[in-house]
């Protein structure tokens, strides 16, 4: 039975025997806008939850290896918090079979944190043992004994994900291809066959910005193909990439100064995006610098 309150604070309590997918399963949950606390010592959880101050949900993975670990603490602070208004507490339990987590181990040559000797298999058998309670108190259990790790993530969030699914934040930027291209950018797209307005004298010391640098480029016969292309390009692989479990794609457009061209098609983009209900940020890399040298 799982804490589904209108309106109530959710908090996931995640846990489970090691190898069995908590990491990831705490990474889905941050993806979908939880604020994933992991490894947290019991001690910390009453000061944590005591003064909610914040309605994002939390997500909070306790490991069995804190040398403060109690299923009954777990258990009790579940239970006071089932009886406070306005929080949606709820357990996560990622189970998994032995013989699968052994495998696991073998394969990674992790050691087990229960097995100092090095004997994996007593480890796992001593751990689920520790754990049977908090698995019979579940709220939501997922075996991952037959799970890759993008199934997980899919399982995590017909559960707990707004309308079951992970939200994908799209950064929109322009930069100057002389100051070479920004890291960690997914598409690239060279806007300098567009006519410049560098060249307008009038136009210069203004930006894609501004209305009239952008009717100027908006003018190139080329530049609504380009647009539109891009445009439903775009639109076309940010499901997939959703759907992949991707949580942040970022998209360049460069000009060769990184203030007219590459602007116009950076705003045009976020825009569009931003009316198909896609979460967007847009950041104009040589414009931001200009505005810290003048500060």
Known sequence: MTAQTSGARRIIFV???SGAGRSSALNVLEDAGYEAIDNLPL???DALLDSPDDDKPLALGIDPRNRDFSTTRIIDALGRLAAMSGVAPELLYLDCHPDVLLRRFSETRRRHPMSPDDRPAAGI?????MLQPLRARADVLIDTSDLNVHQLRVETEQWFAPDGRHSLSV??????????LPRSVDMVFDCRFLTNPYWEPALRSL?????EVA???QKDSRFETFAAKV????????PAYRDEGKSHLSIAFGCTGGQHRSVTMAERLALRLAEEGWQVSIRHRE???RKKEEA
């Open 171 to 180: 950064s929109v930027q322009s930069f100057s291809y002389k100051r070479s």
């Open 207 to 211: 930006d894609g910005r501004d209305s």
């Open 43 to 45: 001690r910390l959880v």
């Open 215 to 217: 009717e100027y480029v």
């Open 125 to 129: 058998r001593r751990e689920l043992e």
């Open 15 to 17: 846990t489970g025997p």
């Open 287 to 289: 414009l931001d610098l």
């Open 231 to 238: 445009e439903d390009l775009a639109l076309l692989l940010l």
